[in-house]
């Protein structure tokens, strides 16, 4: 079977690693793609915005299964021009793909449906939205209700903090996906994110993980699109697993059916295990982005079976097999980030990582003469298993020494959390 994969980062670079894997496959083309992906699929100058054009290209190739990476190409409706194309397609709905594309979406049908949450305001003026922030005082929340890059959602500890917030949303900080605003009460705990295949009925847990969304060692600094992850995440005891599944994935799921909106795709709850149980922090319609790469190592099994069954609605004969060692990946980024990147920055030493590493390309290009060069903000991400997440460790940042890229720079202690745990344990 042909298979069309839709994105171009370090998530994209892994799920191409793995699919292309797959004795199912034919011929594996990306779109956009880039020179990691590159070494597994014919990489495509498609404009992902364009439906018609990828319903075309998807004829004309015979593809088999389109897999969408990120959020964007999802809350547009690729999905739906595909499936009213008749082409199968992995990936939720653009109105299942609400579950991310709107905060307050999902803030309600926490309410309708009794799943734990921040309590919360949804508004659509900042009158009403600072009124209620001052009625519950900080440390409080303010989000965009819509997609915003991960930009969009300020933690405040103070109230004026929230109130700026507030404004900067309806000023127009993040366009129109400011235009609405949840504030919502500040939750205390420890973060997690646990990952399901959906077909619509099924929820089939697909590995949990836990990111460092902060630049810089300790957790500081501020909000990136994750500085590394590992998986599986300690924190997630199978009791609070089995919590989660029945008090928030399968109400969601419930919910989302009985709406006409039935999900299919990756249902990725990011969640906060407070001391009343676990909580829905978010829900993310896609695989994270690096979690995605360090659950490509660990899966031990095919997985384009899998996404298929997903797109036919067959995922409940499915019970996909992990690797018991954990996975880490450090993602190296360019020297600016998560402000301007610095760009073209020529990197070399990435083609072996050694046994056990996998190197994935995020914002990585060719230049003229063919070099590998830096070109976004997330340009590496370097991906190791081991037997513990210690050695994994390790393992990813002796691959790091070996690169050449005096233009990046990444964290020194992703995965401290878990090797605390691991040390404690001893
Ligand atoms: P998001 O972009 O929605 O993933 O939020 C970014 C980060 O903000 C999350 O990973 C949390 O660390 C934090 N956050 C979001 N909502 C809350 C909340 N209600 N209480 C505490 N922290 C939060
Ligand atoms: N790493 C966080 C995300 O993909 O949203």
Redesign the pocket.
Known sequence: MNVLLIGSGGREHALAWKISASPLLGKLYAAPGNPGIASHAECVALDVADHAAVVAFAKEKEIGLVVVGPEAPLVAGLADDLHTAGIRVFGPSAKAAQLEGS?GFTKDLCARYGIPT?AYGRFGNAADARAYAQEVGA?I?V?ADGL?A????T?AMELDEALSAIDACFEGAFGAAGAEVVV?????GE?ASFFFLCDGKTALPFGTAQDH?RLSDGDTGP?TGGMGAYSPAPVLTPELEARVIAEIIEPTMRGMAEMGMPFAGVLYA?L?LTKDGPKL??Y?ARFGDPECQVLMLRLKDDLLPLLLASAEGRLADFSPRWRDEPALTVVMAAKGYPGTPEKGSVISGVEDGGDGVMIFHAGTARDASGRLVAAGGRVLNVTAAGATVLEAQARAYAAIERIDWPGGFCRRDIGWRAVEREKAAD
């Open positions: 905060k921040a440390p929340v989000k915003a991960g930009k969009g959602v933690v919502e009460e500040f939750l205390e973060e969304k909000n990011g906060m922090i978010e993310n």
